[in-house]
């Protein structure tokens, strides 16, 4: 593999599709072939499944049947996208990946942690982020910015859950953060988007400085 993969987790409305396209402008800027992709979907067979789980067609099946599918969507989307790409020399930004599913379908979803490892080393074939960047914001805040940003759209399959629900998976990510110290770091997603960006990008340049993939 020559190039690079930096993943973006965090709660609802934390920002980062917005933090992606800033990440993609300064990565381009810096003569990097830049992948910008997201989860669940990214391949045509992953959105697809997409449709199916985020509009709530398999939350009737139960968390593992969903938890099983995140998975589906996840192999076509390595196998089809991200090994090819990072194959290539190519810098791949992706938003949502293996933390997204920790934290919903094992934590909140009270999945087996073995069941969900396993899942996880199937699904993924050993396609692991360089960098995890997790977005943190209180879980009311983010919610109010993705309801601002949906306006009079129905709500999706996991936006639709309690505050309590948003707030465990928050404390999740942040576990994990620390669990996984090395390849993730937490920004604090609150302030405003250049502050965000500020933060990130200073992540991003220690990654670069320790990584130079082919082609850059
Ligand atoms: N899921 C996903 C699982 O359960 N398991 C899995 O394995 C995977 C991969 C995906 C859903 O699927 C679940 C998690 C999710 O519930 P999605 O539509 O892709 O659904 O949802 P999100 O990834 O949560 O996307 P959102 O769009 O809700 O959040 P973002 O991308 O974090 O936020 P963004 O950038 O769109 O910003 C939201 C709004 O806030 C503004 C933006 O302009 C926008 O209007 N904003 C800010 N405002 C003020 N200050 C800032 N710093 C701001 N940053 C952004």
């Given amino acids: 593999m020559s ?10 409305g934390a920002g980062k599709t917005t933090q992606i396209k800033a990440v993609e402008k300064f990565l381009t800027e810096k003569g990097y072939s830049v992948v910008v992709t997201r ?11 997409r449709s199916v789980i985020l509009s709530g067609g398999a939350e009737q099946y139960g968390t593992a049947m969903e938890a099983i599918l995140f998975a589906a969507a996840r192999n076509d989307h390595v196998e089809g996208l991200i090994r090819p790409a990072l194959e290539q020399g190519k810098v791949v930004l992706c938003d949502r990946y293996i933390d ?9 979803g009270q999945l087996e942690p073995d069941f969900m490892d396993n899942l996880e080393r199937i699904t993924i074939d050993g396609i692991k982020p360089d ?3 997790i977005l943190d914001i209180p879980a ?21 859950e309690t505050l309590s629900v948003h707030e465990q998976r928050r404390q999740a990510f942040l ?3 620390e ?12 302030q405003n988007i250049d502050g965000v960006s500020k933060d990130i990008l200073a992540h991003i340049d220690v990654l670069l400085a320790s990584h130079s993939p082919k082609g850059a």
Avoid: H
């Avoid at 190039?3 to 609802?12: A, K, Q, R, V």
């Fill in 179 to 190: 669990e996984e110290s090395e390849r993730c770091k937490v920004v604090n997603a609150a």
């Fill in 175 to 177: 576990r994990l953060a």
């Fill in 140 to 160: 009311e805040a983010g919610l109010a910015r993705a309801n601002l940003r949906r306006g009079n759209e129905i709500v999706d399959r996991f936006e639709k």
């Fill in 131 to 133: 960098l995890t960047l």
């Fill in 39 to 49: 989860e669940p979907g990214g391949t045509y067979g992953a959105e697809l499944v």
């Fill in 3 to 12: 190039g690079f993969f930096i993943s973006f987790e965090g709660g609802e």
């Fill in 100 to 108: 997204s599913s920790r934290v919903y379908q094992g934590v909140t």
